[in-house]
C-alpha cells in the first residue's frame, strides 16, 4: 500500500511569489491535514480536509489555503510569499472516521523562500 | 486550547539504558494522546497512542508510554535504547471533544543514544 505522497520535495520561491504543494494520501483516507514545521514555531497544524471540506483550521493567515479533490488529493496555495513561510510542509492522511485513528504523514516538502 | 510540553530539548542516553521523553500536556476534556518520531529528511512516524483503556500503552520498535491522568503526563519510555533510536521525538494531543484530526504538537525532543 503506497504511502503519503507530497510533490515536490524541495521549491525554491522569490518573495511575492505564490506556491502550490500537492498532497495524495494512503488510498481510502478521507482526512488530509497540512502542517508547517520550522525550527523557531515547530509543529504548527495548517488545516484539515475531510471529503472536500474544510473541517479545521489552523491560526494562519489567509494567504494559506487549500483545497480537497474528491479523489482526495489535496493541495496547498500560499500567496505572496514572505521569507518566514520558509519551512518543511508536512501532510497527513487519516481515514478519519473515527477521532482516535492515527495519521500517516509524507516526507513533506521544503519550502525555501529567498 | 489544548497544548503539550516536551520540558527537555534534548535527552543523551547510552545504548544499552533505559531512557524516558516527557510529555505533559493540556486539554479541556478527556485527551487522544501520541508519540511520533522524525528522522532527518523525512516525515513523521506513529509511534503509539493513548485513547482509552490501559493506562501503559506499547508501541513500535518496543516503546511504551504511561498515560497519568492525575499528573496530565504522557511519558514515552523504552527498557533498552538503540543507536538507532536516535531522532526527534513529538508528543501530540487532541481534546476527544475537538472533531477532527487537527493535532497540536510539543516542541519535541531530540534524544541521541550514544554508542
Known amino acids: 500500500k503506497a504511502g503519503v505522497t507530497q510533490t515536490p520535495r524541495y521549491l525554491i520561491k522569490t518573495r511575492g511569489q505564490q506556491v502550490t504543494l500537492s498532497c495524495s494520501p494512503i488510498?481510502?483516507?478521507?482526512?488530509v491535514s497540512w502542517y508547517q514545521q520550522t525550527p523557531g514555531q515547530g509543529l504548527q497544524f495548517l488545516f484539515e480536509y475531510f471529503s472536500e471540506t474544510q473541517r479545521n483550521k489552523g491560526n494562519f493567515p489567509g494567504r494559506f489555503s487549500g483545497r480537497q479533490f474528491s479523489n482526495s488529493r489535496s493541495e496547498m496555495n500560499v500567496s505572496t510569499l514572505e521569507l518566514g513561510d520558509s519551512a518543511l510542509y508536512l501532510c497527513?492522511?487519516?481515514?478519519?472516521?473515527?477521532?482516535?485513528?492515527?495519521?500517516?504523514f509524507g516526507q513533506g516538502t521544503r519550502l525555501t523562500v529567498v | 486550547a489544548q497544548s503539550v510540553a516536551q520540558p527537555e530539548d534534548q535527552v543523551n542516553v547510552a545504548e544499552g539504558n533505559p531512557l524516558t521523553v516527557k510529555c505533559t500536556y493540556s486539554v479541556s476534556g478527556n485527551p487522544y494522546l501520541f508519540w511520533y518520531v522524525q528522522y532527518p529528511n523525512r516525515g513523521l512516524q506513529f509511534l503509539l497512542k493513548?485513547?482509552?483503556?490501559?493506562?501503559l500503552v506499547k508501541g513500535s520498535y518496543g516503546f511504551e508510554a504511561e498515560f497519568n491522568k492525575s499528573q496530565t503526563s504522557f511519558h514515552l519510555k523504552k527498557p533498552s535504547a538503540l543507536v538507532s533510536d536516535s531522532a526527534l521525538y513529538f508528543c501530540a494531543v487532541r481534546d476527544e471533544d475537538n472533531y477532527g484530526q487537527n493535532f497540536v504538537f510539543g516542541p519535541g525532543t531530540r534524544l541521541s543514544v550514544l554508542p
Open positions: 493513548y485513547i482509552t483503556g490501559d493506562n
Open positions: 497527513a492522511s487519516s481515514l478519519g472516521s473515527v477521532e482516535g485513528r492515527r495519521a500517516f
Open positions: 488510498s481510502g483516507h478521507r482526512s
